[in-house]
T-cell receptor, first 114, second 113 residues
């Protein structure tokens, strides 16, 4: 089975540019999560969707961050404008809500803002 | 909110020895405790989990124990091998609040050949 697929795997961008990270969850999963991982703060939940609807976005750091899930098989996390402190690994994860808690992660998008 | 403390932050063991990583959680309502292994350049991978209605679960060389009264749970790896070297994260699922996992800060395990 294909796991959670994220793109791009690596991105280097200049400060002020827009960054869009993409995610395809595991087929059949109806919950999707965006996490950010840094050395200082560890793994932080940014936002999660259930049945394509954002349920909790309290972890989104600023208005510069936005996330969408237009359908069950695709989600985006956008940063506009990007700043050097946004440099991190961004993980997408998905789960099947009936199993409630077993969450599967993608390989991550490594973002560097210079 | 939920808080998960994980210790130690780094752990080195000789190949063949056992490794133990411990976590405590703050919310007694937590009912699900997964462990993830993260290898360099990869995403966290679920390796074992335990629910609050059991005290121990084993899967080959890996076991997890849960003490609900003390609100702590541990990962035990026996007969460690170099490929066990990775960062291990514990997590707690705080239900019914917004179905999210709270992660520990991670343990860098190094298995020395």
């Amino acid at each position: 089975d294909a796991g959670v697929i994220q793109s791009p795997r690596h991105e280097v961008t200049e400060m002020g540019q827009e960054v869009t990270l993409r995610c395809k969850p595991i087929s059949g999963h109806n919950s999707l999560f965006w996490y950010r991982q840094t050395m200082m703060r560890g793994l932080e939940l940014l936002i999660y969707f259930n049945n394509n609807v954002p349920i909790d976005d309290s972890g989104m750091p600023e208005d510069r961050f936005s996330a969408k899930m237009p359908n069950a098989s695709f989600s985006t996390l956008k940063i506009q404008p990007s700043e050097p402190r946004d440099s991190a690994v961004y993980f997408c994860a998905s789960s099947y809500s009936r199993s409630v808690d077993t969450i599967y992660f993608g390989e991550g998008s490594w973002l560097t803002v210079v | 909110g939920e808080n998960v403390e994980q210790h130690p932050s780094t752990l080195s063991v000789q190949e063949g020895d056992s490794a133990v990583i411990k976590c405590t959680y703050s919310d007694s309502a937590s009912n699900y405790f997964p462990w993830y292994k993260q290898e360099l350049g990869k995403g966290p991978q679920l390796i074992i989990d335990i629910r609050s209605n059991v005290g121990e679960k084993k899967d080959q060389r890996i076991a997890v124990t849960l003490n609900k009264t003390a609100k702590h749970f541990s990962l035990h790896i026996t007969e460690t091998q170099p490929e066990d070297s990775a960062v291990y994260f514990c997590a707690a699922f705080f239900s019914p609040k917004a179905r999210q996992l709270t992660f520990g800060s991670g343990t860098q395990l190094t298995v020395l050949p």
